[in-house]
């Protein structure tokens, strides 16, 4: 079983691009972020005349995340328990989708960006990481069996080496300690980073930037991520980042994080 995350940036912009992807490699499962449509505006036919269901959440233009399966797609959940909301009013957005396919529970994430150190969105994007963490940790505790994956764009880099220049984020967001110590508590739900455990190369990146050639100079980022449950850790066999997902017209500026399961 092939499973894997990819932000879109715009799905009804990319979606015969993202199901070429998904028939050429035969990927089962793909957790789809940043999709920037409602549900309605969904391209479901394009994704259903390939044989894959889809369950989405989106509310309008921005944010938006989906999952589309090939091997069923049961129990969708959308939004977690205890998922905090941002403005005023505060809004849930649409930014976490749950789903069991082929015996797999996949979350497709959207982590809050963050924008300023100083910014309600950054306070809120805390918020988020720990609710999310908390749920992560009953959901480990009340079913050990169970093969989960939290996978999507965390919008967090945990290590210096996860961005081309770490210099060139000082005072930002992304690489500040307490986005980072969140990132890392997901390790105390019982839940393991796979794509770091197959992949621990320094200056491997999922994302780069389209202004200032940022592709053609490498100046990345390692921002998609895949935790995984114990059982589900067990059965990854291995994980490709696929860069060359980011070359081409129309290309998303997040590339796809794959990971391959045994039976």
């Not at 396919?101 to 994007?125: F, I, Q, T």
Request: proline share 5%; charged share 25%.
């Amino acid at each position: 079983m092939r499973i894997a995350t990819w932000n879109v940036n715009s799905v009804r912009t990319r979606a015969e691009r993202v199901v070429a992807w998904l028939e050429r490699t035969g990927t089962d499962v793909l957790a789809i972020q940043e999709t920037k449509c409602k549900e309605e505006q969904f391209p479901h036919a394009v994704f259903e005349a390939a044989g894959y269901e889809v369950a989405v959440v989106g509310l309008n233009q921005w944010n938006g995340v989906a999952i589309a399966s090939r091997v069923g797609i049961d129990d969708v959940e959308r939004g977690f328990l205890g998922q905090p909301g941002f403005g005023d009013p505060e809004v849930v957005e649409p930014r976490a989708i749950g789903a069991t396919c082929g015996g797999v529970r996949v979350w497709s994430l959207y982590v809050p960006n963050g924008r300023e150190l100083d910014h309600p969105h950054y306070a809120y994007k805390l918020r988020w990481l720990e609710a999310l963490q908390r749920e992560a940790t009953e959901w480990v505790a009340a079913s050990p069996d169970l093969p989960l994956a939290l996978m999507g764009d965390w919008n967090v880099v945990p290590l210096d080496t996860d961005v081309w220049d770490v210099a060139a984020f000082a005072g930002k967001t992304h690489v500040s300690p307490a986005e980072r110590d969140a990132f890392a508590a997901f390790a105390d739900a019982g839940l393991t980073e796979v794509s770091r455990e197959h992949l621990p190369a320094e200056n491997t990146y999922t994302y780069w930037d389209y202004q200032q050639l940022a592709f053609p100079k490498n100046k990345g980022m390692r921002i998609d991520f895949a935790y995984a449950s114990p059982a589900l850790r067990a059965r990854v066999d291995s994980v490709t980042i696929d860069r060359d997902e980011r070359k081409g017209k129309g290309a998303s500026d997040h590339v796809p994080v794959i990971l391959d399961l045994a039976d």
